[in-house]
Structures are given as structure tokens and as C-alpha cells.
């Protein structure tokens, strides 16, 4: 991960700007560099991927031209070998393709990018800045105006706390050009439905997430996996063990008294033959990280905050204890192939709507939890579920497919492994869990317990109609929404809500964002 900051327009303070960015330090620890374009200011904090040299370290400039970019571009050799006659390339960064691609393509560049990257380019013949994302969102961006009526955008919203009324997240799989946001991408929409059969739609599966895994392997860093032993972190470690010459690197987290996650993440690791490291934490961890993952995350979502606690301890364990900077994480299958309340679709159609929905709204929830629970630690996330190619293939599959008709959710993704032998037929068919409940269902009844006993029914009442954006509905809802407004005051709207299964759904009217109130949960716990 790496930290970058703009300020679009002249008569910036550059002492609060760099107030603002340095928020972020965490982001970036290995160098830092604010330059002053001749029309505002670029910041980049640097976490060394790719190109480890110092020649790698941005902004980028050429012609009166810079760029800042927190990014992993995937097959830039072959884009840097088509630029070469034009260009000179000073450094073996990934990032220092934009330039030059800007110049020969303009805004076309973006759609030809494949990409998790959020950047900010000063067009110095048009004075003028330019700022896009890419199309799920993995990397975060935010933007907002100063008193002066002048853009900023930044990594995170910490960033632009004390400079900018309002933030809010630049939307994915846009770019920013002359005061409009224009999409590029809308990775979620669909052009049109693939009918193939199951066997070759699975084979596809199969293929193009190997090739999601295979090209995430490559980093001048040490890699790491998070392995939770439910299917989709699984798979994505079993995939490139095998690719692997080496045993890769495993982490799970669990707590003292009943981890669910612990025993299937070591049954998995002992099959494919990883290096294997358990976290193991206390109801005083979690009460204590609280506070510190409400801030770091920036959001006040009951799911997104259970979820993150013990994905952000068990990323500071790896900080504090090991050299892996790189962290392969299995987020986005979920969205893609379903939860266990889209069990409970009336119809194909409701179906693809909802997995839409949840794509576009991804970079509000798991992907952010997945960023800032990585990045504080000075590590940097890559998400293989969210290859694009894979994304574009799996929302275009004919929705019949992806619904649960087969008696197991996620159906295509496990039989389009089944003959693979990648992993045992336990973790392969085991039951969807959420990660916050199989950390240990003590963890999210401690949680509801310490909100039960810091309001009275009278308090909660009062101090939660105070709220009239995503109003807190439950004793911890607003525990949260209160640590949230402590540091991020009036900025509510950064979220679009309580991440909740659909209400609309019968089956899924419920008051708790857990899986495990809803009647299908079944041996998920177990």
C-alpha cells in the first residue's frame, strides 16, 4: 500500500496539508515526498512493492507532467515494451507506465488498465488535474472541497478531515476530468448473459481465478496469505502453493475459547503444505482494538467493524513479527456467487440485482475493511476474487447458475475445483461462515454485550435519534456511530449504510447483520 494526497488549485497551506497526509504515514513508512506542481500540491508515501530502488519512489514527472499513484499494474511489462521507443523509463516501478500512457492515450488509458489503483496526474499544458479509480474500488480514494471551492483527493478520509467539509469516496471505475466524474467502467453491469453450460462455465472459473492468484504472485516483497479454512481464502492459498517452489506463508486468527476458523485454517495448511501461523486473542483484545479499528477504518457498519477486528489484529501480528508487506486475502466471492441470505432470492433477476448492488458498493465495506486493516500495518493487500477479467465473467453468468438450487451455496466455484484435488472435500464443501462469527461467536457476543452495558434502554432511545443518516437501530449500531462521529464528525454519508441482508426478502427482515440469526444458517458454526 502506499498514501497519496492532492491539492488541486493554487493558494494551498502546505503545513496543513502535510498535517493531513501525514495521517496516513502508515501507509507509506519507507519515504515521503510533497511537490509543488506550479498549481497545487502532490503527496506520495511510499510502501516498497515493486521497483524497491529509490528510482521508483513518485511523484513521477515528465514535461511539466506528474503523477502519484497507490497501485499494482498487472502485465506493465508488455505496456512498457509498446512505450519504450517513446520513452525512457528511469525506474522498474509498475506506476511509472502512467505517464507516458497518458500522453499517447489521454483518459483512454484507464480502461486498458488492469488494475487495483487509485491515482492523481497533473496535466501541465492544460493546468489542469485528473484523478481516477479503478472499477471495484480496491484502492481507496476520497475528495472534497475546501473553502475556497478547490478539490482534494486522498487516500483515506483522515486525510482531508480538517481541510474539507464534506467527503465522500470517489466513486470506482470512474475518472475525475474538468469538475465531472465520468465512468469508464461499470464493472458490475452486464452487456451480455453467458449461457454456456455448467461444466464450461465452471472450467472458465477454474482458469481465469487461477490466472487472478497467479499474477498476484508477483511482488519484489515477501507475500503472505490471510487462511480463514472457508473456501474462498482456501482456495486462493491452495492455488498458489501450487505454484509455489516454496512453502507459502499462512496466517489465521481465532479466539482463546471457541474459534471455529482455527481448526479448518490448520487442516488446510497441513494439506497444502504451508508455513503455518495461528493468532490467538482474548475478549480484552477485541474491547481494546475497538476505538483504534472504528478510526482506522473510517466507518460505523456493525458487519465491516466485527469483521475487521480480527482481520486487523492478526495483520499486526504479521507487522510486528514477520517480513511479509504483501497479503493475498479472499474478499469479493461472497458478492460474486452469494452469502447465505441470498439463499432467500425470489428470483434470478433479484438475484443479479443484489449481487450488482453489493459489487458497486463493495470500496464502502469488506474491500475497505481489507485495505485499512492491512495498510495501518504497512502491508499491502491484493485480492484475487477481484481480478477484473473474473469479475466481468462471473456477473455475466446466467444468474439460475449462481443461485443456490444445488443444495450448497456457492456451488460453481466449489464443483469448478472439485477434480483438482487442491483441497480436501471438507474445506471445499464446508459450510459459508462469516469471518467474524468464526473468529469465535464469543467475539461478536462480547461486542453486543459491552454496547448492551454502556446504554440504558432511555439513553440508546434519545441518543440515537440524533442521527438522521443510517440511524443507529441497536445498542451497538450506536456505540459504533458514536466512536465514528468522535473522529470523522458529519461525515456519515462516507457510508451508504448498514451493510443488512435485504429487508425486501422474506427471511431477511432481521435486526442483526449476522448470518447466524437467519434460518439457513445450519452447521455454518460448527
Not at 43 to 64: A, E
Not at 464 to 488: C, D, G, N, V, W
Request: aromatic share 12%; charged share 30%.
Amino acid at each position: 500500500m502506499c498514501s497519496i494526497m492532492g491539492y488541486c488549485g493554487s493558494g494551498a497551506d502546505r503545513e496543513k496539508f502535510r498535517e493531513g497526509f501525514c495521517k496516513t504515514a502508515s501507509r507509506g513508512p519507507d519515504d515521503r515526498r510533497i511537490v509543488d506542481t506550479g498549481n497545487g500540491l502532490l503527496g506520495f508515501q511510499r510502501l516498497s512493492i515493486m521497483g524497491l530502488t529509490p528510482s521508483g519512489m513518485q511523484p513521477f514527472s515528465r514535461n511539466g507532467n506528474y503523477v502519484v499513484c497507490n497501485g499494482e499494474i498487472y502485465g506493465f511489462e508488455k505496456i512498457k515494451e509498446e512505450l519504450f521507443a517513446e520513452y525512457t523509463f528511469q525506474s522498474d516501478s509498475d506506476c511509472e507506465i502512467l505517464l507516458p500512457m497518458y500522453e499517447k492515450y489521454g483518459t483512454d488509458m484507464f480502461p486498458m488498465l488492469d488494475a487495483e489503483f487509485a491515482c492523481i496526474l497533473y496535466d501541465g499544458n492544460a493546468q489542469a488535474y485528473i484523478a481516477a479509480r479503478d472499477p471495484i474500488g480496491i484502492r481507496p480514494l476520497y475528495y472534497g472541497y475546501d473553502k475556497e471551492g478547490v478539490i482534494l483527493f486522498a487516500s483515506e478520509a483522515k486525510n482531508l478531515t480538517e481541510l474539507c467539509e464534506k467527503i465522500r469516496p470517489f466513486p470506482p471505475g470512474h475518472y475525475y476530468k474538468d469538475g465531472k466524474f465520468i465512468c469508464y467502467c461499470d464493472i458490475a453491469g452486464v452487456d451480455a448473459v453467458c449461457r454456456d453450460d455448467v461444466e464450461l462455465i465452471c472450467k472458465n472459473i477454474h482458469d481465469k481465478l487461477i490466472a487472478g492468484v497467479e499474477k498476484r504472485l508477483v511482488a519484489d516483497a515477501k507475500i503472505g496469505f490471510l487462511l480463514s479454512g472457508g473456501l474462498d481464502s482456501s482456495l486462493v492459498c491452495a492455488i498458489a502453493a501450487k505454484q509455489s517452489s516454496r512453502p507459502i506463508r499462512t496466517f489465521a486468527i481465532g479466539m482463546e475459547t471457541d474459534a471455529i476458523d482455527l481448526k479448518y485454517a490448520k487442516q488446510t495448511a497441513d494439506y497444502i503444505g504451508s508455513e503455518h501461523t495461528e493468532v490467538i486473542i482474548t475478549k480484552e483484545d477485541v474491547l481494546s482494538a475497538l476505538e483504534e479499528v472504528v478510526y482506522l477504518l473510517g466507518t460505523y457498519d456493525i458487519t465491516t467493524i466485527r469483521a475487521s477486528i480480527g482481520m486487523y489484529l492478526v495483520c499486526k501480528a504479521i507487522h510486528e513479527s514477520t517480513d511479509v508487506r504483501v497479503l493475498l486475502t479472499g474478499e469479493i466471492s461472497d458478492e460474486l456467487f452469494g452469502y447465505k441470505y441470498t439463499d432467500f432470492a425470489p428470483s434470478a433477476e433479484e438475484f443479479q440485482k443484489e449481487s450488482e448492488k453489493r459489487i458497486r458498493e463493495l470500496h464502502m465495506y469488506d474491500v475497505l475493511r481489507a485495505d485499512r486493516c492491512i495498510s495501518v500495518n504497512s502491508l499491502e493487500a491484493r485480492v484475487p476474487f477481484g481480478d477484473l477479467d473474473f469479475v466481468k465473467y462471473v456477473m455475466s453468468v446466467d444468474p439460475r447458475k449462481k443461485m443456490n438450487t444445488y443444495q450448497k451455496g456457492k456451488y460453481l466455484l466449489r464443483h469448478a475445483f472439485e477434480e483438482d484435488g487442491l483441497l480436501p472435500p471438507e474445506i471445499l464443501w464446508r459450510e459459508k461462515a462469516a469471518f467474524s462469527d468464526a473468529v469465535g461467536h464469543s467475539m461478536v457476543d462480547d461486542l453486543k454485550e459491552y454496547a448492551e452495558n454502556a446504554y440504558t434502554d432511555k439513553d440508546f432511545e434519545e441518543k440515537r435519534r440524533k442521527y438522521s443518516h443510517a440511524q443507529p437501530f441497536t445498542k451497538e449500531s450506536l456505540l459504533y456511530r458514536e466512536i465514528f462521529e468522535k473522529y470523522y464528525p458529519g461525515q456519515s454519508e462516507m457510508i451508504a449504510g448498514f451493510w443488512m441482508p435485504n429487508k425486501d426478502w422474506e427471511g431477511c427482515d432481521v435486526k442483526d447483520p449476522s448470518a447466524r440469526v437467519l434460518a439457513n444458517y445450519g452447521d455454518s458454526g460448527k
